[in-house]
């Protein structure tokens, strides 16, 4: 059973092919990794999947429907998730508003009865603000729930942005790169996170840098470089492919060779 | 039960529009009050668009020349009671708000302002031009409300000058409950969340289009009950109310006292609306001193008035 289903998919931008040809498929309740040097195309990628780009070329099914091209709060509305690599957090807005923007769909209603508080409006909020408040604790912000959201750390402001997302109640996560500026404990409180979500059938699309993170928590890896997938697989198949480990040694050194094992 | 930040500020306008009239020195002031509160209604509805949408509009004074002039012509030319006049302007102002927001609310920043500017203009340049109508830039008589003298009748006898203060002042802060009660709800937070990343606001499943139209509707209807309140109460109306100058006034005095802030953006009404008659006395350098004034606190309280002047209430408490 596929929840998202990508075929051929391809962007270019000016003379440059960003992503080509790539194609995979993620089901419900899996861990799929996207891994690659940098400017491999990860983020391109994720950008055409929520809508924020318009793919130049191919196909991107959700639930057996073509959504190739469609905004990104259609997709929204269709179950579809996402956090941002370059934050994109509500700076003037508090901590639990950001969390709370995160339910919209829910919780919009006449703006007629939000202009004049009408029981409604404030039943919605209410409901929101419980709900979001779950979130914050979930992710470890509960304390923060009234600062400034810019007031937060980098890897607060990751975490953040995980519960926005979550608060969708997606069914379908795209995180790109979620660990990025969290301290090791962070990371591991992300790992089981992701893990928790993915179990309750939520379908994640992982894009991360850390190899221990990725080698253990995803079910399948597809690897890009350079705007091409050049391999895709089980964590153990992938660490073993020798084009894998070439693309890795060729951009980021012997360490990364050594990560993935 | 603690007072909520939006009851405590509606609260302590109230106490002001209701306390001032004790320190007025004459029956002068009355009007002051009154302006200041015809502009503060206004700003409310750019505090909407700019401060929670941002997006910005330097056309709006079109939208109070439509409201204006709804008063001063449909009792006229259809026989509407002035108060209803007020009501088709709003509408009126609502629906042309909704018509031309569509296509200008794709742009963004200085395409956005100088398009707005340019809506702003026409109406301006239609009120002026079509003066077997609307009496061409001479202007033309609006008339009596007679709200006044209804309230005579059952004993509340007030002054020209005293009723028109009560009116607008409770006007405004219909007006400011209206948009604080918007700040916090779920369509508040999405036009704040897209004033910050539209990407993001995009991706938790906010229609940014309509949602921008929205604000835009919003403010236009704002600052069209402050253009017919304006023409009620003086009774004569000119196209200067639709002109660039007077758009650009309420945008300086939303920037100036606060754009995020609706008690900001009124405190900001109050202040450019007093300082030029505080300032008479200078004589001729008056506009030096307030250009000077104006200045200097945007380079030092860059977020404007209030919110500059609270940050540092708090910093220090
Ligand atoms: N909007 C854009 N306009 C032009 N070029 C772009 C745009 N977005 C991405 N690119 C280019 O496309 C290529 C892929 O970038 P992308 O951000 O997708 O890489 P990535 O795999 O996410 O890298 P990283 O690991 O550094 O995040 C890069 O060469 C980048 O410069
Ligand atoms: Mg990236």
């Not at chain 2, 007020?86 to 927001?101: D, E, N, P, Q, Y």
Request: proline content about 3%; aromatic content about 6%.
């Amino acid at each position: 059973m596929t929840l998202l289903q990508v075929e051929g998919l391809g962007i270019d931008f000016g003379g440059l092919r960003a992503v080509n040809d790539v194609g995979f498929a993620v089901a419900p309740g899996e861990i799929v990794s996207v891994i690659g040097p940098n400017g491999a195309g990860k983020t391109t990628l994720f950008n055409m999947i929520s809508g924020v780009y318009l793919p130049g070329r191919g196909k991107i099914t959700l639930d057996g429907r073509d959504v190739t091209g469609m905004a990104p709060n259609r997709l929204a509305e269709r179950g579809l998730s996402r956090t941002f690599q370059n934050l994109q957090i509500f700076q003037r807005m508090s901590v639990l508003e950001n969390a709370m923007t995160g339910c919209h769909l829910k919780e919009r209603g006449a703006i007629l009865s939000d202009l004049l508080c009408l029981p409604s409006s404030r039943r919605r909020s209410a409901v929101t603000k419980a709900r979001a408040s779950e979130l914050l604790e979930r992710v470890g912000l509960a304390r923060a729930a009234e600062h400034e959201a810019s007031s937060l750390s980098y890897g607060a402001l990751k975490r953040l942005e995980i519960a926005r997302a979550l608060a969708l109640e997606p069914r379908i996560l795209l995180l790109d790169e979620p660990a990025a500026g969290c301290n090791a404990v962070e990371t591991e409180e992300i790992d089981h996170l992701i893990a928790e979500v993915a179990k309750s059938g939520v379908a994640v699309l992982l894009v991360e840098h850390d190899m221990k993170l990725v080698m253990r928590i995803s079910n399948h890896i597809v690897v890009l470089d350079r705007g091409e997938k050049i391999a895709e697989g089980s964590p153990a198949t992938v660490s073993r492919d020798p084009r894998v480990i070439e693309a890795y040694l060729g951009t980021q050194g012997a360490e990364a060779g050594h990560a993935l094992g | 039960m603690r007072l909520s930040r939006k009851h405590l500020t509606l609260l302590v306008l109230a106490l002001l529009i209701a306390l001032a009239p004790a320190l007025f020195p004459s029956n002068f002031y009355y009007r002051i009050g009154a302006l200041i509160f015809v502009n503060g209604l206004a700003v409310t509805g750019l505090v909407v668009l700019i401060g929670f949408a941002g997006q910005i509009s330097l056309g709006h004074a079109g939208f109070a020349g439509i409201g204006a002039y709804a008063c001063a012509l449909a009792p006229g030319y259809l026989g509407l009671h002035p108060g209803l006049a007020m009501l088709l302007g709003a509408v009126l102002s609502g629906g042309v708000a909704w018509l031309i927001g569509r296509p200008i609310l794709r742009l963004k920043g200085y395409y956005l302002a100088v398009a707005t500017l340019g809506f702003g203009i026409l109406v301006s340049m239609v009120l002026a031009n079509e003066a077997k109508i609307t009496g061409g830039p001479d202007g033309r008589e609006v008339a009596e409300l007679g709200l006044r003298g209804a309230l005579a009748t059952i004993g509340i006898g007030l002054s020209n000058a005293q009723f028109w203060y009560a009116a607008t002042g409770l006007a405004m802060l219909l007006g400011a409950w209206v948009a604080l009660n918007l700040h916090d709800s779920p369509t508040g937070r999405a036009l704040r969340a897209l004033h910050d990343s539209e990407v993001a606001a995009r991706t938790v499943g906010v229609d940014v289009a309509r949602l921008k139209l929205s604000a835009f509707v919003i403010s236009a209807v704002y600052a069209s009950l402050s253009g017919s309140l304006l023409a009620l109460m003086n009774r004569f109306i000119t196209p200067d109310v639709a002109g660039f100058l007077h758009s650009v006034e309420l945008v300086t005095m939303t920037v100036f006292g606060g754009v995020g802030s609706v008690p900001g953006a009124i405190l900001g009404a109050a202040t450019l609306t007093l300082l030029p008659q505080a300032l008479t006395v200078l004589q001729q350098y008056e506009n030096l001193i307030l250009g000077l004034i104006m200045m200097l606190v945007m380079i030092f309280m860059r977020d404007g008035l209030l919110p500059s002047l609270m940050r540092r209430l708090k910093g220090r408490g």
